[in-house]
């Protein structure tokens, strides 16, 4: 007989739920094929993300682990995240008297090191000395994700300026026209792609006599986004085969962040 679900910190509260739920309910709960209710398997989805487990550890008071990951793929393949970051980015923006969509972004990325399910597809990244993936992301001037691309760790950050400048216009509706990066995206290609899309580059250089840490303008805030997500152990390495898991997971996490912000400040209760 299965042990009673003991509570684990990872679980979505019931404010959280109720917001995410109708995101993730792609077939009716009452459906017959259904066996394992939704909010339990959301909750192993998440707990997996933040303790990092294989999926072969998942604790036994969850569904099973085939179940949870083939939902899992389901979530990833219809999108279900991003449409709840994108919501909920618009909804944090709002309550803090900002625009719900952003005229202002930030570019940079992070290297993975990969493992032996991502290895065939990793690059190595001479700068950091590791082989691996590269996540690129984009976010507002609040740190909220609004994209994010997986390559080979030796591809260059100049290179995805443009996918990265048209996924950003299209969620947002064309409102971004600026975006900082660091001087790794210098250059005529990587401004003339933004400059393409209505996004003018702004390159955020380092002080001519650098001594030790120095914080940048505005550079700061992405580099806060990927510390959020360091704090979810399934991204402190590429353990995925596909890169658009690994993608999804990032929208996933941010969702989480997002929803105990949102939860916080008394958002999901209207």
């Known amino acids: 007989m299965k042990k009673p679900h003991p509570?684990?910190?990872?679980?979505?509260?019931?404010?959280?739920?109720?917001?995410?739920?109708?995101?993730?309910?792609?077939?009716?709960?009452?459906?017959?094929?259904?066996?394992?209710?939704?909010?339990?398997?959301?909750n192993a989805v998440r707990y997996l993300a933040r303790t990092g487990v294989p999926w072969h550890y998942l604790p036994g008071d969850f569904p099973a682990w085939p179940a949870v990951y083939q939902q899992l793929r389901?979530?990833?393949?219809?999108?279900?995240?991003?449409?709840?970051?994108?919501d909920l980015r618009q909804l944090l923006r709002t309550a803090q008297g900002r625009p719900a969509e952003p005229s202002a972004i930030l570019l940079d990325s992070r290297t993975l090191q990969s493992t032996?399910?991502?290895?065939?597809?990793?690059g190595y990244d001479g700068a950091k000395r590791r082989n691996g993936s590269k996540v690129h992301m984009a976010v507002d001037t609040l740190g909220h994700l609004l994209a994010a691309l997986v390559t080979?760790?030796?591809?260059?950050?100049?290179?995805?300026?443009?996918?990265?400048?048209?996924?950003?216009?299209?969620?947002?509706?064309q409102s971004v026209t600026l975006a900082y990066v660091d001087q790794g995206y210098t250059g005529q290609e990587p401004a003339q792609a933004a400059a393409e899309q209505g996004i003018a580059l702004h390159v955020v250089k380092l002080p001519a006599a650098k001594r030790g840490f120095v914080l940048l303008p505005k550079r700061w805030v992405v580099e806060?986004?990927?510390a959020w997500a360091a704090r979810f152990r399934r991204l402190a390495r590429d353990y995925e085969r596909l890169t658009?898991?690994?993608?999804?997971?990032?929208?996933?996490?941010?969702?989480?962040?997002m929803l105990v912000k949102a939860n916080h400040i008394n958002l999901l209760s209207h």
């Open 7 to 42: 509570g684990y910190p990872s679980d979505v509260s019931d404010e959280e739920w109720a917001f995410a739920a109708p995101y993730l309910t792609l077939m009716s709960e009452a459906a017959p094929q259904r066996e394992y209710p939704l909010r339990s398997l959301f």
């Open 116 to 122: 032996p399910e991502s290895g065939h597809r990793a």
């Open 244 to 257: 658009s898991t690994l993608e999804g997971i990032h929208y996933l996490v941010f969702a989480c962040l």
């Open 224 to 226: 806060r986004s990927f």
């Open 74 to 86: 389901r979530w990833l393949e219809a999108r279900c995240f991003e449409t709840m970051v994108d």
């Open 152 to 173: 080979p760790a030796n591809e260059q950050d100049r290179a995805q300026v443009a996918a990265l400048a048209e996924e950003v216009q299209a969620i947002t509706g």
